[in-house]
């Protein structure tokens, strides 16, 4: 869920952007305060924070509302989905058209269109205009999307506009870290304000965000207009794209770590994206509690995955990060298996007030677990790629993980509606015991770098 209906819309048009071969840069702390330096650079990643956060608050307080009137996992799964397919049909088209209009334009008038749009759903029940009704969500959501992919490109094509050459791959790298991190602390929040805003307030403060962006792209100074070099047809632009996806594709593939790290952040992320379409549900049904109150499982997983995060970025590298992240699979999904199994049978024993002490502490567990894949994996794939092609590989394998993610979704969300969220999170929480037993078994992942 990135910025325009997807967390990977932004990586996919990272994907696009590093032309031509840049002289390395650290892609750590150091490289990004190189990056940072730039005040135009830094509106630029201030309006990406804004919107990022704008666009999660959006998404899940949609989750929340149409579980709400639907009361089916399925409508909150398949409001994921027509939140990220979007990307995946429109991401070229949409760079082709931020190649050919001024950039700083674009992004600033797709903020606020976005703000607008965010704006729509408390105006239906304000009017009385489709009110309670699911389809005109749906509506605003698959044209949020749409709208959002043409933001995401032309804020990654404005990079290397903004900073020095040799701090490309570190402002790239920066922005990739902001998608995961944004993702990681506002859906929690976007739980906790609608409990304390009440359902509508999220919707304004998502449109404040998106107000924010706009106005921090206004003040870059730097002209972001394009040139008639950036120029290009739909077709060369679908036949670059292909291309890409095909060279990205043997590369993963002739490499020893990248297979692991893809594979097991993509795991990942469908279980980060189906957890967000059952948890109203599961609030509701296990827990006993409001759908609103999904804070009590978010924020403490938050919270398990910045500490985990924390730790493991002291010890960076590659050497220990596919054991670590192994590892980290199978503690998530441990605590998935007991999240899916032991409510259920507390409750038939009558200790209900166990209920929600058990699940914060299973959730930190989770959240640490989870923590110890994605910035494993985030580090594999950056030290395992090179400066000039990481953008490439980046867009086109998030551009898969895009499509991978809608079966499963789908499937999990129909499931839970038949035998109930708890059952579709323990077979999870086994399927990830499973796979980070097996990866730590056949020591998938850990062998040595070579150069491409």
């Known amino acids: 869920m990135g910025s325009g209906g997807d967390i990977f819309a932004p990586m996919t048009a990272v994907g696009q952007m590093v032309p031509g071969t840049q002289r390395p840069s650290s892609p750590g702390p150091a490289g990004f305060r190189q990056a940072l330096a730039s005040r135009d650079f830094r509106l630029l990643w201030a309006a990406q924070v804004a919107a990022q956060l704008g666009d999660k608050f959006f998404a899940f307080s949609l989750l929340l509302s149409i579980y709400s009137l639907t009361h089916l996992y ?3 799964a398949a409001l994921l989905l027509a939140y990220t397919i979007p990307a995946v049909f429109l991401s070229v088209p949409a760079g082709i058209f931020a190649d050919r209009y001024d950039k700083k334009v674009l992004m600033m008038w797709t903020n606020l269109s976005r703000g607008i749009l965010v704006l729509g759903v408390p105006l239906l029940e304000l009017t009385g205009v489709a009110q309670h009704q699911v389809a005109p969500l749906y509506a605003i959501t698959l044209v949020f999307a749409g709208v959002g992919q043409l933001f995401a490109p032309a804020e990654a094509a404005s990079i290397p506009n903004l900073v020095r050459r040799e701090d490309v791959p570190a402002a790239t790298s920066l922005f990739t870290v902001t998608i995961v991190m944004t993702l990681v602390v506002s859906v929690p929040l976007a739980s906790l304000a609608q409990r304390v805003l009440g359902q509508e307030g999220p919707y304004y403060f998502g449109a404040s965000l998106f107000a924010l962006a706009s106005g921090a792209i206004w003040l870059i100074r730097a002209r972001l207009a394009a040139t008639h070099s950036e120029s290009r047809s739909v077709a060369r632009g679908i036949g670059r794209t292909v291309d890409e996806v095909r060279e990205v594709l043997v590369v993963i593939r002739e490499s020893p770590i990248l297979p692991f790290a893809f594979g097991m952040l993509t795991l990942a992320l469908v279980i980060v994206f189906t957890i967000f379409a059952l948890s109203a549900g599961y609030m509701q049904h296990v827990l006993l509690r409001r759908p609103q109150d999904s804070y009590i499982l978010l924020v403490p997983a938050t919270v398990g995955m910045v500490l985990a995060g924390t730790l493991i970025s002291r010890r960076p590298g ?3 990060g596919a054991r670590r992240a192994s590892l980290g699979l199978t503690l998530a999904g441990a605590a998935m298996l007991v999240l899916g199994v032991l409510p259920p049978v507390l409750r038939q024993l009558g200790v209900d007030g166990a209920l929600v002490p058990l699940a914060i502490g299973l959730a930190v567990i989770f959240g640490a677990g989870l ?10 794939i950056q030290e395992g790629t090179e400066e000039t092609t990481r953008g490439r590989i980046f867009g086109g394998a998030f551009l898969l993980i895009n499509l991978a993610i ?6 999990a969300g129909a499931v839970a509606d038949v035998v109930g969220a708890s059952d579709v999170i323990a077979v999870l929480g086994v ?5 980070g037993g097996l990866a730590l078994g056949r020591s998938w992942g850990q062998g040595p770098v070579t150069a491409r």
């Open 431 to 435: 399927c990830l015991v499973a796979a």
């Open 74 to 76: 399925l409508s909150d």
């Open 406 to 411: 809608a079966l499963p979704l789908l499937v």
């Open 371 to 380: 923590g110890a894949v994605l910035i494993p994996c985030l580090v594999l």
């Open 318 to 320: 590659i050497s220990g």
